[in-house]
């Protein structure tokens, strides 16, 4: 059974920073597109930043130039670096992996809380 496991998230000042790490149990973790979502009360679910199989990275715009997402093959671990962290980002955070059409496994998700 594959298990996703994020940790990282905490409490923390505005312009603070955290990273999220999401440690996988995929054997074949390098095939996988990795993902970080989240969710903020009242709000759907939303891509924050995905990186594919090829190391391609791709960021949604309100954290364009804050946050940098990064794997591990060799731990098969996907990171989150979150800086200039601002209240708006606040939310939990799930890890995503993807490979193909059936694969498709979440993380129970970190909460992530910015607040002065």
């Known amino acids: 059974q594959v298990q996703l496991v994020e940790s990282g998230g905490g409490l923390v000042h505005p312009g603070g920073s955290l990273r999220l790490s999401c440690a996988t149990s995929?054997?074949?973790?390098?095939?996988?597109?990795m993902g970080w979502y989240r969710q903020a009360p009242g709000k759907q679910r939303e891509l924050v930043a995905q990186i594919t199989s090829g190391d391609d990275t791709t960021y949604d715009d309100s954290v364009k130039g804050r946050f940098t997402i990064s794997r591990d093959s060799a731990k098969n671990t996907v990171y989150l670096q979150m800086t200039t962290l601002q209240p708006e980002d606040t939310a939990v955070y799930y890890c995503n992996a993807v490979w193909g059409s059936y694969e498709n496994y979440w993380g129970q998700g970190t909460q992530v809380t910015v607040s002065s």
């Open positions: 995929i054997s074949i973790f390098s095939l996988f597109t």
